[in-house]
């Protein structure tokens, strides 16, 4: 008859305090760690960058189109040189994006992840205030479109606020008045 000894279990650890004088790591900071970056630093090179670089040429370079196409015709143009222009530009962005950068030498990362970011954002960017003229009444559209576009800013400009550190002020009057400039030109040229 053999003899075993069983082993016997290992006492659970007791569960220590949080220790207050280490900062708590956020949510976010989680899923950054959780999707497989390094930190909120590499999360923003990789991520965060190329999506405000779409998002800003998507929301700013399309105003001046779709409002010419409005305001020199109707809601239905406007609609279509909108997605037009936003399909254009997110493919030509994701492409200049991918090709300008392979990552291996900034550390930014997959160049055709940061493709797929940059020119999906610069699509959503377009598209945003390019489906409130679906509206037939160009007028009424145009406000809604202008509304979005104001809602448009004041996201980009709380997310270089969140991950650039930069003052929510600050940013809200750079992107405000590129905003201005190249609404500026749309409406002189459909005006025209």
């Not at 779709?66 to 040189?81: E, K």
């Not at 990362?109 to 493709?115: D, M, N, P, Y």
């Not at 559209?141 to 270089?160: K, M, Q, S, T």
Request: charged share 15%.
């Amino acid at each position: 008859m053999s003899t075993q000894t069983k082993a016997s279990p290992k006492p659970a650890e007791p569960i220590q305090p949080a220790d207050p004088t280490q900062p708590h790591e956020s949510l976010l900071a989680r899923w950054i760690h959780r999707a497989g970056f390094a930190n909120e630093r590499d999360f923003v090179l990789r991520v965060v960058q190329p999506a405000l670089v779409g998002m800003i040429d998507g929301t700013v370079s399309s105003l001046a189109p779709i409002f010419a196409a409005a305001v020199a015709s109707s809601s239905h143009t406007a609609l279509l040189v909108g997605l037009s222009t936003a399909l254009g530009a997110g493919v030509s962005m994701g492409w200049s994006e991918a090709l300008s950068d392979t990552g291996e030498q900034t550390g930014r990362g997959s160049a055709v992840v940061r493709g797929a970011i940059t020119g999906g954002m610069t699509t959503l960017g377009g598209l945003f205030h390019t489906l409130p003229f679906i509206i037939s009444d160009v007028h009424k559209a145009l406000i809604v479109a202008g509304c979005v576009v104001a809602f448009e800013l004041l996201a980009i400009a709380w997310v270089r606020k969140r991950f650039l550190e930069v003052s929510l002020r600050s940013s809200l009057l750079v992107v405000t008045v590129a905003g201005i400039i190249v609404l500026g030109i749309g409406v002189g040229i459909g005006s025209s």
